[in-house]
């Protein structure tokens, strides 16, 4: 496990109210199988892009979109959350709103194969640029 792994597995791990946000990057990976036996085997609730939220099959632990057109739970669960795991999508002004007000106890894992995408949330921590599928190469 590399050096980003760990330290991503420890703020999980450390915890108490995760959040995935997922969006459009995980169908484009074909990596649903991956997120589906991650969220199985975590039980950390999850909210999709509209690039996402069909394509999601978790439907007991998937609180719907977040942002000015999403669920009041998705919004609610982003901005109580104390860690957003975003995998393939992006931080965009429909969903954080005013950054200074957005998910304000949250620190930010998040996983995009775009490099300029850490850019939009300054906060994001251990960000892995890798192809969202299991992948054999080092870090």
């Known amino acids: 496990m590399c050096v980003r792994s760990r330290a991503a597995a420890r703020l999980i791990s450390q915890s108490q109210r995760p959040v995935l946000y997922i969006g459009g990057g ?49 919004v609610g669960a982003l901005q109580r959350s104390d860690l957003i795991i975003a995998v393939g999508t992006r931080f965009d002004d429909r969903v954080t709103g005013r950054l200074d007000s957005f998910a304000p106890k949250a620190k930010v894992i998040h996983a995009d194969i775009d490099p300029c995408r850490d850019r939009e949330e300054p906060r994001s921590r251990c960000a892995n640029r890798r192809r969202l599928q299991t992948d054999p190469r080092p870090c």
Do not use: D, W
């Open 26 to 74: 995980v169908v484009r990976a074909e990596a649903f199988e991956e997120l589906a036996a991650l969220v199985e085997k975590t039980q950390i609730p999850v909210v999709t892009t509209l690039m996402a939220r069909e394509r999601s099959r978790l439907a007991s632990l998937n609180m719907g979109m977040p942002g000015m057109h999403g669920t009041v739970a998705a």
